[in-house]
């Protein structure tokens, strides 16, 4: 198992944030454990992304092999209500 850290930003817009980070979460425990969840909130984006000017923020901290890496990047391209992903190794 390997140590990873994801960062994804949310529609700000979505009525339930927390169930949609709940959501993801599990998606993480189905292929490892999560150590850490971290929620920045709403903050004011770079750049535009999809017309949106604003983001809401999440960071987890969390162990997988790196096939369960690979399909959860697939799920959070394939999820409409997240803007932008990010997953790094620690």
Known sequence: MRKYECMYILDPSLE???GKIEEI?????EKGSVEEVDVWGTRKLAYPIKK???GYYVVVRFTSEPEGVQELREKFRLEPAVLRFMIVRR
């Open 25 to 29: 979460k599990k998606w993480m425990e």
């Open 52 to 54: 949106k000017e604003e």
């Open 16 to 18: 339930e944030k927390d």
